[in-house]
């Protein structure tokens, strides 16, 4: 019974612990395309994220940016990435990995170093060639978070693929300017666009 009681006390303090190595908040990637970006191959990007909640057990000393499995690098503040605006680009090896992967961001503790979970995650989805920048405010997709049927508002799409938050590709049509998720899971999707002109990825919710 002691030996009982004494596992449940250290499996307790161990979720309150670690419960406490809060994440990185609000979570964000972009990437797009400028002819006159002094960024790698024209392509350009944008990685953000806020601060997590003050730990109560321990003390933030930065930031852990992984693509898939392998951590880029480790820094002391927040947001990385290339724009026309900064020359020479100072996060070039950002896009030095393969092409295609996907980004989390973790918070670092400074006892042993201990990471926090990534809550959420992006997908880079290889170079873009001849791609503008489109304009935030330009909403393709809708609604948005959606109930299941998703309807692309863009032209000359030739496929849309379905990508879970795992990586995998759950989906794919051609020719077609609706999606229809209502057999898939809730949660967050992105739909790889694939048109004459570009390929973006947006991210869709389904609720």
Not at 67 to 74: K, P
Request: charged share 25%.
């Amino acid at each position: 019974m002691k030996k009982l009681i004494t596992s449940t006390l250290l499996l307790f303090l161990a979720i309150q612990v670690f419960g406490q190595l809060n994440p990185v908040k609000n979570f964000q990637f972009e990437h797009w395309y400028s002819y006159g970006s002094p960024c790698p191959g024209y392509n350009c990007f944008s990685l953000d994220w806020g601060a997590p909640d003050v730990s109560v057990v321990d003390t933030l000393v930065g930031y852990n940016i992984y693509r898939d499995s392998e951590l880029w690098r480790f820094q002391e503040y927040i947001g990385a990435g290339c724009s026309e605006e900064i020359s020479p680009c100072p996060d070039e090896s950002f896009f030095d990995f393969s092409e295609t992967f996907w980004i989390k961001v973790k918070a670092v503790y400074n006892s042993a170093l201990l990471e926090s979970p990534a809550l959420d995650s992006a997908h880079f989805d290889g170079h873009m060639i001849g791609i503008e920048k489109k304009p935030a405010e330009n909403k393709i997709i809708y609604p948005n978070p959606t109930d299941g049927i998703v309807t692309i508002d863009i032209e000359n799409i030739r496929k849309i693929e379905v990508i879970n938050s795992s990586g995998t590709k759950i989906q794919a049509t051609e020719g077609k300017s609706i999606v229809d998720l209502r057999n898939a899971a809730k949660g967050v999707y992105y739909f790889k666009i694939i048109t004459d002109k570009e390929v973006r990825i947006e991210k869709v919710v389904l609720e």
